[in-house]
C-alpha cells in the first residue's frame, strides 16, 4: 500500500539552512507535494515536483527527487523564524482518483 | 486568486445541535474535498465532490452530510456529533480529481476549528 514517511522534528538556527527528508513507497506517484502548516491555519502549498523531474527550485526552496530510492527532500536555504511550522510531504497515486496520502508532518523549529 | 475560503473560522456545538460548515471557492476548480484534522496528524480525507457529484466517501459516520450545491460552494452538515469529532476541518479543491497533470493540485482553505461539547 501507500506510505509515506517522515521525520518528525527539526531544529535550524535562523540564517542556516533547512532539510526536510521524505520517503514514500508507491513508485508510481505522479506528483509529490510539499506543503506547510502553521499554528491554528490550514495547509499553504508550497511547492510540487513531477515525478519525472530530479529538482525543482522557487526562491529559497529546492526540491530533490530520488526516484530509485523514493526519497523526496525540501531544503530551505536562509531559514528565517517564520518558517517554523510543520511541514507535509504527500504523494499523489498514479491511478483511480488522485488523493492524497500524506506523511505524519515535521515540526520545523528555528531559533534566533 | 488561488483562495479557498472557510466559515466560520471558529465552532462550537453540543452534542444535540444542527450546525453546518461552508467552503467556497473561485477558481473554477472543478473537484473540492473535506479533510478532518486531529491535533498532530496530517489531514484525512473524508468526502471528494467532482462536477458536484459525490465521488468519495470515506466511511465517514452519516451525523457529517456533505453537500454541494454548485461548483463553488461545498457545504458539511453537522448533527448528533460526538466529543471525538472536535477537530479541524479543511476544506480544498483542485481542477480535476482524476489524473490529469497539475490540475489535481489541491489548494485548501483556513479550517473551520469545531469543538463538540
Known amino acids: 500500500g501507500e506510505d509515506v514517511e517522515q521525520s518528525l522534528f527539526l531544529s535550524v538556527r535562523e540564517g542556516d539552512s533547512s532539510v526536510i527528508n521524505c520517503t514514500y513507497t508507491d513508485s508510481s506517484s505522479t506528483y509529490l507535494y510539499w506543503y506547510k502548516q502553521e499554528p491554528g491555519a490550514g495547509l499553504q502549498l508550497l511547492t510540487y515536483?513531477?515525478?519525472?523531474?530530479d529538482m525543482k527550485q522557487d526562491q529559497r526552496l529546492t526540491v530533490l527527487l530520488n526516484k530509485k530510492d523514493k526519497h523526496l527532500s525540501l531544503r530551505i536555504a536562509d531559514t528565517q523564524t517564520g518558517d517554523s511550522a510543520i511541514y507535509f510531504c504527500?504523494?499523489?497515486?498514479?491511478?483511480?482518483?488522485?488523493?492524497?496520502?500524506f506523511g505524519k508532518g515535521t515540526m520545523l523549529l528555528v531559533s534566533p | 486568486d488561488t483562495e479557498v475560503t472557510q466559515t466560520p473560522k471558529h465552532l462550537v456545538m453540543g452534542m444535540t445541535n444542527k450546525k453546518s460548515l461552508k467552503c467556497e471557492q473561485h477558481m473554477g476548480h472543478r473537484a473540492m474535498y473535506w479533510y478532518k484534522q486531529k491535533a498532530k496528524k496530517p489531514p484525512e480525507l473524508m468526502f471528494v465532490y467532482s462536477y458536484e457529484k459525490l465521488s468519495i466517501n470515506e466511511s465517514v459516520p452519516s451525523r457529517f452530510s456533505p453537500e454541494c450545491p454548485n461548483s463553488s460552494l461545498l457545504n458539511l452538515h453537522l448533527h448528533a456529533l460526538q466529543p471525538e469529532d472536535s477537530a479541524l476541518y479543511l476544506c480544498?479543491?483542485?481542477?480535476?480529481?482524476?489524473?490529469?497533470?497539475?490540475?489535481?493540485?489541491?489548494?485548501f482553505g483556513p479550517g473551520t476549528r469545531l469543538t463538540v461539547l
Open positions: 480544498a479543491s483542485s481542477q480535476e480529481v482524476v489524473l490529469g497533470g497539475e490540475g489535481v493540485t489541491q489548494f
Open positions: 504527500a504523494e499523489s497515486p498514479n491511478s483511480g482518483y488522485s488523493t492524497l496520502t
Open positions: 515536483i513531477f515525478s519525472n523531474m
